[in-house]
């Protein structure tokens, strides 16, 4: 399993380009999850439902599941958080993790930026870096970074193929 984190400032159009990936990828037949770290207090239950009164009584874990899919909520009651590579340990098997947020794990990166945000590179010299998806007419704002085009997700997805030996 192949892990590409999506890094880039808030708002650059990292899920965007996340989700404009996704189904040109798995047409060229690479099968593709996603990991999205929060940054906010979230929840994927809703308070009365039975399982979030389950949660709310103390269960560690509660699966809720239909004839169509199914979730597990686990309540991390460690006072770390939890890391990376314990959730990806936890998932199926497929060619491509995508990963947004998570800058702190090695892994390589493709970063999405834009020159009007007026702010910096966020990988600047990191060694991860792939690439820097930028509208075209940012690119080559420094000759140490492989740029693509953002607004060619087929490209990105091309590059990415290639990236992992696919045709």
């Known amino acids: 399993m192949k892990i590409l984190g999506i890094v880039g400032w808030s ?4 899920t965007t380009l996340i989700e404009r990936l996704i189904p040109l990828l798995i047409a ?7 990991v999205k770290r929060s940054h906010h207090g ?19 874990e509660v699966m809720v599941a239909s004839e169509r899919r199914w979730a597990l909520m686990r309540e991390n009651r460690e006072a770390a958080e939890i ?56 690119h080559g704002r420094d000759a140490t ?11 990105v997805a091309g590059f990415i193929a290639a990236w992992l030996g696919h045709r």
């Open 83 to 138: 890391t990376l590579d314990s959730l990806l340990a936890r998932m199926a098997p497929v060619d491509l993790v995508l990963v947004e947020g998570f800058t702190t794990h090695a892994h390589p990166r493709i970063e999405v930026w834009r020159a009007a945000e007026g702010k910096p590179l966020r990988a600047g010299s990191d060694p991860g870096l792939l690439a820097v998806a930028a509208p075209r007419s940012d």
């Open 28 to 34: 060229r037949d690479i099968s593709v999850s996603t």
């Open 42 to 60: 979230f929840d994927v239950d809703t308070e009365g439902k039975d399982s979030w009164r389950h949660r709310k009584a103390g269960a560690y």
């Open 11 to 14: 708002g650059s159009g990292k």
């Open 145 to 155: 970074h492989s740029w693509l085009d953002l607004d060619d997700a087929d490209a």
